[in-house]
C-alpha cells in the first residue's frame, strides 16, 4: 500500500479508519513476524472485552510510539521530552466526539482532562493513533481520588528474573488469602508479576500507598533476601522490589492486555494462579493472545465481583515502627515522608 493509503475496521458497531495501515511497528524477529499499525488494531479489537474491562471508565495515560517501536527510537521522559515516542496524559487534539475524559490533578496541583474509555472503539482509536501502551489510573471517572484497586507490582533488579517474581507471587497469594483477598495476577510483558486486588472507594491514594507498603514489607519479613521495599537502587540488591509507589497518585501500570514496546511485540497477559508458574513472559504475544483469548476468555473476567477493605493492611502499617517510605523524586515533600536522599550521598546517615 501506498503511506497515504487507509482502510476501515469495524470497531464494536463503529467504522474506524485506519491510515497506513501497514506501517511495521514491531520489526521482525527470529521468533516472530513483523507487526503492523493494522496488526495492532486488530488485535485490541479481539481482546475487546478484556482490555475493556482493564480500562472503562478509567483515566488513561497513552504511550504513543507514532513511528513504530524501532532500534534509535527515542522516548520522552518527565525530565527530557521532545523524543519520537511519548506518553499523552491529555486527549489529543481532533479525537472523535464518543471519546470521553476525565479530569485528574498531578501532585503539583495540575490537572489534565485524560481519555476515559467507554467502548471498545476508544481503543482501537488510540492504537490507530499510534498508542501501543494503556496506562490506567486506579480510579474511575464520577470518583477520581478514591482508587478501586491495589496493585501489586514485583519488580526482578538485576541478577533476579521472571522466575524470581513468580516464586514471590506464590508467596504473597497466601498472604493475600490470610487477608481474606481475591488476587488476580498477570505477566507485566516484561519480567514482572503484576497482581490486582480490587478494595473499597473509601481510601486516599496515600492510604492505598500506605497498604502497599505494608504487604511489601510482610513478604520481605517472610521472604529475607529475597524481596526489598527499598527505593534506593544501590540498597535493592538481586532481590524483587515491592514497588508501592505504583499506588501514588499519578503512577500507573500498564494494563491487561497492553502491548508492550519491546520486540516480538509481548502483551501483559492475564493468568490464573495456577498457570502462572508454567508461562514464560514471551509466550504472549499480539500474535498468540488472540487465539488463547478466543479459547480461555478473560482470566480477569471475575475482578469486580467483590471488593475488598483495605482496613487490615492499614493496620499493619499503623503497627510498623518503620513509618513512611520515600516517594519519587518528581514529588513534592509529601507529610510523614522520610528524608528523600540518596544513602550513599546522606552526610547524617549512621554507618555501621
Known amino acids: 500500500m501506498a503511506a497515504s493509503s487507509a482502510t476501515t475496521v469495524d470497531a464494536g458497531g463503529r467504522d474506524l479508519r485506519v491510515s497506513n495501515p501497514d506501517r511495521v511497528i514491531f520489526p521482525k524477529t527470529r521468533r516472530s513476524g513483523a507487526v503492523t499499525k493494522l496488526d495492532v488494531v486488530n488485535y485490541y479489537l479481539a481482546v475487546g472485552d478484556g482490555i475493556l474491562r482493564a480500562l472503562e ?12 517501536v524501532h532500534p534509535g527510537i527515542v522516548v520522552s521522559t518527565r525530565e527530557k521530552g521532545g ?19 476525565a479530569r485528574i490533578k498531578f ?9 476515559c474509555p467507554t467502548e471498545v472503539a476508544v481503543v482501537g482509536w488510540a492504537a490507530q493513533m499510534g498508542t501501543i501502551t494503556f496506562h490506567p489510573w486506579p480510579v474511575r471517572s464520577d470518583d477520581v481520588d ?59 491514594f496515600t492510604d492505598v500507598r500506605h497498604a502497599a507498603i505494608a504487604f511489601g514489607r510482610e513478604l520481605e519479613r517472610r521472604l529475607p533476601g529475597q524481596v526489598t521495599t527499598k527505593w534506593w537502587k544501590e540498597e535493592r540488591g538481586e532481590r524483587i522490589f515491592i514497588d508501592y509507589n505504583q499506588n501514588a497518585r499519578d503512577r500507573t501500570i500498564a ?20 498457570e502462572l508458574p508454567e508461562v514464560a513472559p514471551e509466550d504472549f504475544t499480539v500474535a498468540t493472545m488472540p487465539a488463547r483469548f478466543s479459547e480461555v476468555g478473560d482470566r480477569h473476567a471475575a475482578i469486580d465481583d467483590a471488593a475488598h477493605s483495605l482496613q487490615p493492611l ?39
Open 57 to 68: 471508565r478509567r483515566p488513561t495515560t497513552l504511550e504513543r510510539w507514532p513511528k513504530g
Open 83 to 101: 523524543g519520537d515516542a511519548f506518553y499523552q496524559k491529555r486527549i489529543p487534539r481532533g479525537a472523535p466526539d464518543y471519546v470521553e475524559t
Open 107 to 115: 501532585p503539583s496541583g495540575r490537572h489534565a482532562d485524560e481519555i
Open 146 to 204: 478514591h482508587p478501586d484497586e491495589l496493585r501489586i507490582d514485583l519488580d526482578p533488579q538485576p541478577g533476579t528474573d521472571f522466575a524470581d517474581a513468580v516464586g514471590v507471587a506464590a508467596e504473597a497469594r497466601v498472604l493475600l488469602d490470610e487477608l481474606g483477598y481475591v488476587g488476580f495476577p498477570k505477566t507485566s510483558g516484561g519480567r514482572g508479576v503484576h497482581i490486582y486486588v480490587r478494595i473499597e472507594r473509601r481510601w486516599t
Open 255 to 274: 494494563s491487561a492486555y497492553s502491548v508492550r514496546p519491546k520486540p516480538g511485540a509481548p502483551v501483559s497477559a492475564p493468568v490464573t494462579w495456577d
Open 314 to 352: 492499614l493496620d499493619v502499617y499503623e503497627r510498623d515502627e518503620a513509618g513512611d517510605m520515600p516517594y519519587p523524586p518528581d514529588y513534592p515533600k509529601m507529610p510523614g515522608e522520610p528524608k528523600r536522599v540518596q544513602p550513599s550521598r546522606d552526610r547524617d546517615r549512621k554507618r555501621n
